[in-house]
């Protein structure tokens, strides 16, 4: 069974920064293509960020691209979200998750997802 624990969220004022963690553990995470999702109160979970499997493609959605980063550490079976220059629309419950090889961006084409961790941004 492939479990997926996020953790890093917390309140920080806008202009701050923030940087999520997901460890993977039950699987073969250097197969795994991980995205990161998000969903603020009354809307749809969105892609935000994603990383092949080998860490050489990223995407981005729109509005995080230039401010947010992921990455991947194989040796440790951890994905991040590096998040700078918040904005209070960014504040939403962060999930990380995974599925084989490439990057998606519906929820439905991803596998395995984590319990979420809450991004607060004041203004």
């Known amino acids: 069974q492939v479990q997926l624990v996020e953790s890093g969220g917390g309140l920080v004022q806008a202009g701050g920064s923030l940087r999520l963690s997901c460890v993977v553990s039950?699987?073969?995470?250097?197969?795994?293509?991980m995205g990161w999702f998000r969903q603020a109160p009354g809307k749809e979970r969105e892609f935000v960020a994603g990383?092949?499997?080998?860490?050489?493609?990223?995407d981005y959605l729109r509005s995080v691209k230039g401010r947010f980063t992921v990455s991947r550490d194989n040796a440790k079976n951890t994905v991040y979200l590096q998040m700078n220059s918040l904005k209070p629309e960014d504040t939403a419950v962060y999930y990380c998750?995974?599925?084989?090889?490439?990057?998606?961006?519906?929820?439905?084409?991803?596998?395995?997802w984590g319990q979420g961790t809450q991004v607060t941004v004041s203004s």
């Open positions: 990383i092949s499997w080998s860490g050489d493609k990223t």
């Open positions: 039950g699987g073969t995470f250097n197969t795994y293509a």
């Open positions: 998750t995974s599925r084989p090889m490439l990057i998606a961006y519906r929820t439905d084409e991803y596998d395995y």
